[in-house]
């Protein structure tokens, strides 16, 4: 397991965490939650799902965006779905039209990424942008304040066709886990701020 650095309050190191692991979503919401109270909780979140409902292995994004949208969500605002998906001809749009709608905001962006055989079904975040495209060779604007991959299939070669002949199974799980895990830390953020406000002066 991951170690945390409780006197930052901010985990030591890049989460690694694999979809098959029963503790899975357990892990990867301590984790955010974690990143979310150090990012700063004034702040609006913004998820950003990367991805097109066109190509099997880039759909990891958009299935994401889809399953928290059908949540009921109280702090966490979120862009790219399967139905108005984000992805390399509106990026730039869309990050624009982001930080019109929110002031300052946290961004967290989630993509699917090609990786070594021993890594895929790794669910991997990160401090810092991420630079969508890079696996398929193109240049987009990097972008998020933190980064949640999904490692879906092996890179280093016809990285097009091994995005199109990836398992939905296996994206459509890593989806599942990284959802169920932000709509826990959505519940866990909404209740924390119902108990400030509780305890504020009238």
Do not use: W
């Not at 650095?5 to 890049?14: I, K, M, N, T, V």
């Not at 919401?29 to 974690?34: E, F, G």
């Not at 928290?68 to 702090?75: C, D, S, W």
């Amino acid at each position: 397991m991951n170690r945390f650095d409780e006197r930052l309050r901010f985990p030591s190191s890049p989460l690694k965490v694999e979809y098959r692991n029963d503790n899975a979503i357990d892990i990867l919401t301590h984790y955010l939650s974690n990143c979310f109270t150090m990012k700063s909780p004034e702040r609006e979140i913004v998820i950003l799902c990367i991805g097109t409902d066109r190509s099997t292995g880039d759909a990891l994004g958009p299935l994401v965006g889809t399953k928290l949208k059908a949540g009921y969500l109280r702090k966490l605002h979120v862009y790219g779905t399967l139905e108005e998906p984000v992805h390399a001809i509106n990026l730039a749009d869309k990050i624009e039209n982001i930080q019109r709608a929110h002031r300052n905001p946290v961004i967290i962006a989630i993509d699917a990424c090609l990786g070594q055989y021993s890594s895929v079904g790794t669910i991997n975040v990160a401090d810092g942008p991420l630079k969508p495209g890079a696996g398929v060779k193109k240049e987009l604007p990097s972008v998020g304040d933190l980064h949640i991959t999904g490692i879906v299939n092996v890179g280093g070669f016809m990285e097009y066709f091994v995005l199109q002949n990836t398992r939905l199974y296996l994206v459509m799980r890593m989806a599942e886990i990284i959802a169920s895990s932000l709509l826990q830390v959505d519940n866990s953020l909404s209740k924390s701020e119902m108990k400030i406000n509780s305890l504020s002066p009238e």
